[in-house]
């Protein structure tokens, strides 16, 4: 067995590698429990408590394991209390406080309540202009029709369910209802080609608002207003079959009170169920019933304003315009019956 010898100045270089693991450890063990302290420190700075820097094991570390600090036995550091480091948390976390770059942000301290932004006004838009209204079919329209959400297409048809800024497959549909009604029944009609759902789409029933407004301002002798949509989101279009072709279901929406003033919804819930009786009794299957949901729709400004939808993004085109043809009978002979009924209006 071979004896390894060590030189006294081996000796000295192993020994002072020892000391500078030691010391390595030691200076590990202090920063790590200063940097704990600190946080402590600055939560409690923070949720405005007093806080000091009770920091005895890192002082301790430092006066034996750092001579060279200039720390000696029995010495204390200075700022060991901590309000340096309090005084400067504290004023960081003022809310008055901009760092270089940056706008004035709520305090962390701010409630729930005092951070909730109030919601902005609403922008109103500018009315559309009469040009963009297409000229009644004849004098002393009956019927007006336009399209709150112009975006809405049908996917098969037209490859996509919505052409923002454009008037997509609905706006095709409502021209197929206003010249049915007009030329196979003798209906006269206005219909509305104002974009209402673009650029801001949060703003659509209010613009069609004006632009309804505007319409029946101008045809007093409107009877029946319309708002051509299509659903979306069915698993499987709605369609039915009627004298031998497929066509789109429709789904009658009535606005209620439940959220804005609207005393006299009550009057276009009646029609619009005379309106699917009269669908169940020329074309059963066509309609899908009459809905009552909490929006308005703009319905408040006339006692026969409905939602009509025809399909949904899943139908064709086709299918959907052959709907609103088998619609404009439907409701051209409602209107004959409101006019036997009260012959002055």
């Known amino acids: 067995m071979r004896i390894q010898v060590i030189t006294s100045r081996q000796a000295r270089a192993l020994g002072a590698f020892l000391k500078g693991v030691l010391l390595a450890g030691l200076i590990i063990m202090g920063l790590v429990t200063g940097a704990w302290q600190l946080i402590q420190t600055g939560s409690q700075v923070l949720s405005g408590s007093p806080a000091r820097l009770p920091m005895p094991l890192l002082e301790g570390i430092l006066r034996e394991g750092l001579p060279a600090l200039g720390l000696q036995a029995g010495e204390a550091p200075r700022n060991t209390s901590g309000e340096a480091l309090t005084t400067a948390l504290q004023v960081l976390a003022s809310p008055l406080v901009v760092l270089p770059g940056q706008e004035k942000t709520p305090s962390l301290l701010t409630t729930e ?20 209204v297409e000229t009644p079919s004849s004098k002393n329209p009956l019927v007006a029709i ?5 975006a809405e297409s049908y996917q098969p048809s037209e490859g996509s369910a919505k052409f923002p800024g454009k008037n997509g497959g609905v706006s095709q549909v409502a021209a197929t209802l206003a010249d049915s009604l007009s030329k196979d029944y003798g209906i006269p009609v206005v219909r509305s080609t104002t974009i209402h759902d673009y650029p801001d789409f949060t703003l659509a029933y209010a613009n069609s608002e004006k632009t309804l407004k505007r ?28 004298d031998g072709q497929k066509v789109a279901q429709v ?44 929006g308005r729709y703009n319905q408040h400004l006339l006692p026969r304003a409905l939602l009509l939808e025809f399909g949904s993004d899943n139908n064709t085109l086709q299918e959907a315009e052959g709907s609103a043809r088998l619609v404009a009978r439907v409701l051209a002979a409602v209107i004959k019956d409101l006019r036997q009924e009260n012959p002055a209006s």
């Open 146 to 150: 336009y399209n709150t959400h112009n």
């Open 251 to 294: 789904l009658i929406i009535v606005g209620s009170n439940a959220r804005l003033e609207h005393p006299n919804w009550r009057q276009n819930e009646a029609f619009a169920r005379q309106l699917a009786k009269k669908m169940d009794e020329l074309y059963p299957g066509l309609c899908l019933g009459v809905r009552v949901q909490e």
């Open 215 to 242: 319409m029946l301002a101008a045809n007093p002798s409107v009877l029946v207003a319309l708002d051509v949509h299509r659903d979306a989101g069915l698993p499987s279009p709605p369609v039915v079959e009627i």
């Open 113 to 132: 309540e005092e951070y909730v932004q109030p919601e902005p006004p609403v922008e109103e838009s500018p009315p559309p202009a009469p040009s963009e």
